[in-house]
């Protein structure tokens, strides 16, 4: 049976991109667990510390005065980091301080994000007045200076207590959470699956928390960890400055004491210096758990920061050998995919997305690459660019433009190339433009992640791109939300033409869109392909489109090309079983043909059968198929296809060969 | 509300216009998602009608109309007879029952945190459909058989192990579970490819043949709509631009932009290539078109090969051309 694995068509849809039980847990991320650990370790140290230490000792006239650590001289044994001015043990003191500035910070997040959860969902659900009062509110208290509010509020308030501290600090700590929730139920209100729900019957309560509080794990989590280290730090600068609660010990009210003791002048290093280290170290936890999250939840960010980098390495090109290689082709090749084999290396065994793909792109020309979904297209299109998504790896052959092996490349050679030479219109394009930032911004970066340019000549070139596909000049200073589906995907396709490439792969650059944009959009490709002379690879799954824009044909099935050809002689005669099968399936509006059903893919790609790819669905299949693999060889003019029915002479050989 | 004598149509549309945004609190006027559109649909014989228009047409706002994610600003929906914003509690959850949906992205259709089977435990749970274990899981395999599928293979798994083609047939079988009356399919197939779209295409016709069930079948992609669709309703920016069977219209299109959508499918042969180049106006492109407030005259004059001088005063009225077959265009005023 087909097995549909998770394709990189999702990763566009964000809240789907993380989720316990797909194949790599995302929670396995270094940045995410380091942070973990450190802040474990941290909390170890302030619950575990009170069983091997007396802490009695933090108190006053527990010991000698102003005695340094015990590696310094004149430190004691009893008083491993020394004690201080009232004789209080330094080690004692952190042990208790530690946990009451992390317990400070917890509290006010939680209280906060548990304020901001319930605003932010009625907001986001209700709507409304709600909504407009609630955002009003969160908007506007994100403007306050938080800290000088707080120092006012507190030397007014005695604070008895930690919990004390904490509510006051939750009152800068739920804006933050209640815009996330509101934006986070604002999105997830639209995915089919919480509408679903809600016409299974299921309450608003029940949608909140089943259907969509698990798929906003990672940014509350995110949101939580930042709100705990901003608590943490508004609480510390209170205690500095003797506005926190003054019975208990926290690590900013040993500040506070050290430095009205002037421990600074006294060179008492060992009284102020180890609660600020504590401190950074319990901001660099949480700081690191953060970043981890924002990757765990937006696993895009990782991609851009790379991009990024690109920009400052702008050196020149090594030369590279070229590759002997006798395949010259008769005709010139933009780009050349030899004998690609891209496997994705899943728990539950090896997915072939990629078997042994053969073909080129020759210089000028339009190659269409169909297939239906699944069948490893937009695989192709990755390991041409060399970015094919973990588990995904190539484990075979070569990506050739002019002459080089992009699969040998790599780092800044690499990325060089990609985007000077290729680039890449990825599938759903124009929903992974961010509705947020002006097209100037998102098209200037994309720019600017390449190449060093001014202002003036920046802002000239992006309004020559808009034009080179037909838009307006002032969609410059446009949101995407404000643009139609098809004026969206022309700006994509405008960034990808921005660094002038010789090859645009375009992935199912107009699905979805309806059959009049679409007609624009696919104008626009032409029109682009004729004035920059680039090549240019179509995947889809709309034969009509292919049959309208593409020069030559190369059609997928299951990982492997079962045949090549023009696109005339692909239509007029095709070949394969299974392209005959795609050109007859056609909808028509000329005549209303019976629906002509037939199974999808039906074999599990970890498990491919030996001999033909197509053999469990083809009506000519013999024994031969079953055992052989054909090989995609030329039967006609430029015409190549890989079936036995082809093939008798060789059939017959190996049947003798056999006998 | 009933009149005796007449059968109260299954869904009544009546009027309704759908506005977003706008009202006090905001600057811009509201944009006009929906224009009094009006239709009957009824119970049987149980057919496809299709909604058909580009995107930003209003074909989405219609389906979550009938499906009461919103409510109308102004004109009323009825299901049996009763607006929707009436109905009584046990109506209510009769309604919800009977109305349901397929969605066009398979790949969106489910949470990924839960397995294929909460789906089912949801729609069982919250309408009582079963007794027992054993009745509730015969009602599902049943449910399952329908659509090709057996539950042993799926239920237990988790929605990205299953193919599009299986995600997509589970959510019929989860509709038909119901024993719905009507299903809203917003774009059932416009994500999927060849053989899978004749497989979704293939259930919807029997659902409607052996079980009546009726469908408003909303898509971009009229070649679809004429494999299965009995009637069909052309959107363009909000307002109903053709009217009729779905044969009539798809081989005599009568409005200028029925005719364009007509021309712009591709024809699947690389010898009749695309001859003229189209061109939108920009400004036509745009959401922000509607800013100046509802536009007076006809909403297709920017592209309009025929535009005459009257079009630019009101919005042409849907003017009868043959039997049901009707058009909002003047060229066709007597
Ligand atoms: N990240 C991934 N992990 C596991 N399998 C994957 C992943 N991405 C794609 N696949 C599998 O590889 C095959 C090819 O997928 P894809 O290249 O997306 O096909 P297409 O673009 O033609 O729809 C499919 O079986 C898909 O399930
Ligand atoms: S090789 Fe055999 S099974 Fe495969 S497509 Fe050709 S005839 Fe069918
Ligand atoms: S009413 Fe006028 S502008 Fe509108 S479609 Fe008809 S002819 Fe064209
Ligand atoms: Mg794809």
Known sequence: MAVGQRTPDDASAPAQGWGLNTWDSPWLNFKFLLGAGIVLLILLFGLVGPFFWDTDLAYTGAGPLNKPPVWAEGGLPEHPLGTESNGRDMLAQLILATPSSLKVGFLAAIIGMGIGMALGSVAGYVGGWWDHVIRTLSDSAVTIPALVVLVVIASYVQMTDTTAMALILALFAWPGPTRLVRSQVLTLRERSYVRMAHLSGASALEIMFVEMLPNMLPWLAASLTGGISAAILGATGLEVLGLGPTRVPSLGLIINQATTNAALVRGLVWWWLPPIIILMVIFVGFFLMTIGLDEIANPRIRQFSSTRRERTAAGELPPVEPVEDGTAGEEEAALEVDDLHVHYFT???????????????????????????????????????????????????????????????????????????????????????????????????????????????????????????????????????????????RVCIAMSIALNPQVIIADEPTSALDVVVQRVVAQTLLEVKERLGVSMVMIGHDMGLQAQLVDRIAVMYAGNLVEVAPVESAFAEPLHPYTQLLIESIPSIRERKPLNVTEGLTHDLRDPPPGCIFQFRCKHVERICRERRPELVERDDDHLVACWLYEPERHSLIELEEA | MTQPGKAEPLLRIRDATMEFGGGFLSS??????????????????????????????????????????????????????????????????????????????????????????????????????????????????????????????????????????????????????????????????????????????????????????????????????YQIGDNMIVLFQGITAETGDTGQIIQNPQHPYVQELINSIPVPDPKIKWDTDIRLPAEETMRSQNAEGAPRGCRFYQRCPHRMDICLENQPPLIPVEGQHAVACYLYES
């Open chain 2, 28 to 225: 811009q006027p509201p944009l006009v998602a929906l224009d009094s559109f009006s239709l009957d649909l009824h119970e049987s014989p149980a057919q496809i009608t299709t909604i058909a228009g580009e995107s930003g047409s209003g074909k989405t706002t219609l389906a979550n109309l009938v499906l009461g994610f919103i409510s109308p600003t102004q004109g009323q929906i009825l299901y049996k007879g009763v607006d929707l914003s009436q109905l009584d509690r046990k109506q209510r959850l009769t309604y919800r029952q009977e109305v349901q949906a397929i969605f066009q992205d398979p790949y969106d259709v489910f949470n990924p945190f839960f397995r294929i089977q909460h789906t089912f435990n949801l729609v069982m749970r919250h309408f009582a459909l079963a007794q027992d274990k054993l009745e509730r899981r015969e009602l599902i395999e049943d449910a399952l058989n329908v659509v090709g599928l057996r539950g042993d293979e799926i239920l237990e798994k988790y929605p990205h192990q299953l193919s599009g083609g299986q995600r997509q047939r589970v959510m019929v079988a989860r509709a038909y579970l119901l024993r719905p009356r009507l299903i809203v399919a917003d774009e059932p197939v416009s994500a999927v490819d060849a053989s899978l779209r004749a497989m979704i295409l293939d259930i919807m016709l029997r659902l409607r043949d052996e079980h009546g069930i009726s469908f408003l079948y909303i898509t971009h992609d009229l070649s679809t709509a």
């Open chain 1, 347 to 489: 728990p539950r065994g090896e997915v072939i997305a990629a078997n042994g793909v053969n073909f080129s792109v020759r210089k000028g020309e339009i190659l269409g690459l169909v297939g239906e979904s699944g069948c490893g297209k937009t695989t192709v299109a990755m390991a041409i660019l060399q970015v094919v998504q973990p588990p995904g790896r190539i484990v075979q052959g070569a990506v050739r433009i002019e002459e080089r092996d992009l699969v040998s490349l790599s780092g800044r050679d690499l990325r060089r190339v990609r985007w000077r030479d290729l680039a890449l219109v990825p599938q759903g394009a124009m929903n992974s433009l961010n509705p947020v930032t002006p097209i100037r911004e998102q098209m200037a970066d994309a720019i600017l992640a390449h190449e060093n340019i001014g202002r003036a000549e920046l802002e000239q070139r992006i309004l020559n791109l808009l034009n080179d596909v037909g838009l307006p000049e002032r969609v410059i200073d446009m949101f995407p939300h404000e643009l139609s589906g098809g004026m969206k995907q």
